[in-house]
């Protein structure tokens, strides 16, 4: 049993470039999130899909994009990366009600 | 808006050096709070789930509890292994189900 897997799991970009961060899960979970990591900065939520189909932005979303691309995939676009996003990012799921998320072991994002 | 506080932000313990954490939050209405534990260079993972005020769960050298406005997680005779960066969430009443996140405390026992 994965849970939850993310590729790449470190990225140097030039500033303009883009690229897709790819998170898969195998628990059958509905929701799905995309989550940085900063230091200081805690966890902050880019992105969320409560479901397949849907998607919402969380606190963070300026300068990325998401696809729910069915109930097991959830990925994360960034069209033309620059400085400020880098950082780690994280992929998390969920099952129905109050349930704890599962994360996957993050993506190092390096914009230069 | 939903907030949520943990303190300190860092804490540094002897090997065997008892202490406590603490999330404090602030939310119309609590649904859950959770504890997590992450390692360097990791993602979370799950530790606690707890639900109402008095509530009590434990799991080896941990345990938290919860108010109506506040999480400890004591830590009883903690070990070198037991150093990682805690984050406290909350799920509140309302709306999605989407946790909201503490900024952590980073933990660090020395042998």
């Known amino acids: 049993n994965a849970g939850v897997t993310q590729t790449p799991k470190f990225q140097v970009l030039k500033t303009g470039q883009s690229m897709t961060l790819q998170c898969a899960q195998d628990?059958?979970?509905?929701?799905m999130y995309w989550y940085r990591q900063d230091p200081g900065m805690g966890l902050r939520l880019i992105y969320y899909?409560?479901?397949?189909?849907?998607?919402d932005k969380g606190e963070v979303p300026n300068g990325y994009n998401v696809s729910r691309l069915n109930k097991r995939e959830f990925s994360l676009r960034l069209e033309s990366a620059a400085p400020s996003q880098t950082s780690v990012y994280f992929c998390?799921?969920?099952?129905?009600?109050?349930?704890?998320?599962?994360f996957g072991q993050g993506t190092r994002l390096t914009v230069v | 808006e939903d907030q949520v506080t943990q303190s300190p932000e860092a804490l540094r313990l002897q090997e065997g050096e008892s202490s406590s954490l603490n999330c404090s939050y602030t939310?119309?209405?609590?649904?859950?709070l959770f504890w997590y534990r992450q390692d360097p260079g990791k993602g979370p993972e799950f530790l606690f789930t707890?639900?109402?005020a008095g509530e009590e769960k434990e799991k080896e050298r941990l345990k938290a509890t919860l108010t109506k406005k506040e999480s400890f997680l004591h830590i009883t005779a903690p070990k070198p292994e037991d150093s990682a960066t805690y984050l406290c969430?909350?799920?509140?009443?309302?709306?999605?189900?989407?946790?909201?996140f503490g900024r952590g405390t980073s933990l660090i026992v020395h042998p």
């Open positions: 707890l639900y109402s």
């Open positions: 939310v119309s209405g609590l649904r859950g």
């Open positions: 969430a909350v799920q509140a009443v309302g709306g999605s189900y989407i946790p909201t």
């Open positions: 628990m059958n979970h509905n929701s």
């Open positions: 899909s409560a479901s397949e189909g849907t998607t």
């Open positions: 998390a799921s969920s099952g129905l009600g109050i349930t704890e998320a599962f």
